[in-house]
Structures are given as structure tokens and as C-alpha cells.
């Protein structure tokens, strides 16, 4: 059965960090394009970045140059280090395999951004 745990949100100030965690179980980890996703209140869930097995990464326009996505095989875990955060990034932030490979999603870590 195929489970992801993820962790780390909470309330951060404009401007601050956060890094997020999920560990992964029930498939063959390595093997998978992994990716972060976020969904606001009242909003589509969107993708916001993703890493190959070879540790190739891409970005959501919203958070390049500020979010950083990494894997550890060994370990079986994506995280995602989010740095000079903004209101408009407040989500539920969830991992999964990259589109089009998605397995049932986990329950999410909330990020809000606010003063």
C-alpha cells in the first residue's frame, strides 16, 4: 500500500522558511520522478516542483529561485526547502509521484504565510 507522510508546514512571517518533509512507502521509490504540490483554499492543486531519480529538478515560475526540491533514496523521502516565503504560497503542501504517475494522496502539512 502505497503511503506519503508528510511534515514540517506550520505559520511562518513573510519572508521566512520552512523545510518540508515526506516519507514514502509501498512503491519503489527510486525508480519515480517525485514532485510537491500545493493547494490553496478555494484553488485547483498545482505543482510546484519536481525531482528525477537522478536528482534533475524543475520549478513552478511562482518559486524559482526561492524553493528547493531533493530526494533521498536511501531514506525514501522528498523534501522541499521553501525560503523567502510570501502570503500567496499558504497551501496545503503535498508529494506524490510526477504527473501522470500519481498515487493516493496523503493528508498534507499546512504552510501559512502571515504577518
Known amino acids: 500500500q502505497v503511503q506519503f507522510v508528510e511534515s514540517g508546514g506550520g505559520l511562518v512571517q513573510p519572508g521566512g522558511s520552512l523545510r518540508l518533509s515526506c516519507a514514502a512507502s509501498?512503491?519503489?521509490?527510486?525508480?519515480?520522478?517525485m514532485g510537491w504540490y500545493r493547494q490553496a483554499p478555494g484553488k485547483q492543486r498545482e505543482l510546484v516542483a519536481t525531482?528525477?531519480?537522478?536528482?534533475?529538478?524543475r520549478y513552478a515560475d511562482s518559486v524559482q529561485g526561492r524553493f528547493t526540491i531533493s530526494r533521498d533514496n536511501a531514506k525514501n523521502t522528498v523534501y522541499l526547502q521553501m525560503n523567502s516565503l510570501k502570503p500567496e504560497d499558504t497551501a496545503v503542501y503535498y508529494c506524490n509521484a510526477a504527473p501522470g504517475t500519481y498515487f493516493a494522496w496523503g493528508q498534507g502539512t499546512q504552510v501559512t504565510v502571515s504577518s
Open positions: 509501498g512503491f519503489i521509490f527510486s525508480d519515480y520522478t
Open positions: 525531482c528525477t531519480a537522478g536528482d534533475t529538478t
